[in-house]
Nanobody
Framework: QVQLVESGGGLVQAGGSLRLSCAAS????????MGWFRQAPGKEREFVAA????????SYADSVKGRFTISRDNAKNTVYLQMNSLKSEDTAAYYC???????????????????WGQGTQVTVSS
């Protein structure tokens, strides 16, 4: 069982930056593929970025490529989402997710994840 706690959300102007963090409990964090998803009011949860357990492979939604970067520090049991050049359409609740997986696998669909955080709100003002 893994517990995930997100932090770092907030209100930012368009063009600004935020860094989200997701801290995980447990001692085998490197065995978990991790991902970030987001959900805006009235919309379905959508994939943002994912990273393999080893950190060697990443995947991004087309809408965030070149602006967002996912990374992880397995020694700190933490995954990050650096968000630059934020747009109003990035406004959403952002969720961290995890699943046990071989170190080279990335998971890009919500149903592939077993564990979810409570979410952190990101609001981008235009």
């Amino acid at each position: 069982q893994v517990q995930l706690v997100e932090s770092g959300g907030g209100l930012v102007q368009a063009g600004g930056s935020l860094r989200l963090s997701c801290a995980a409990s447990g001692r085998t964090f490197s065995s978990y593929a991790m991902g970030w998803f987001r959900q805006a009011p009235g919309k379905e949860r959508e994939f943002v970025a994912a990273i393999s357990g080893s950190g060697g492979r990443t995947s991004y939604a087309d809408s965030v490529k070149g602006r967002f970067t996912i990374s992880r520090d397995n020694a700190k049991n933490t995954v990050y989402l650096q968000m630059n050049s934020l747009k109003s359409e990035d406004t959403a609740a952002y969720y961290c997710a995890g699943v046990t997986s071989p170190g080279y696998i990335v998971v890009v669909v919500p149903r592939g994840y077993a564990y979810w955080g409570q979410g952190t709100q990101v609001t981008v003002s235009s």
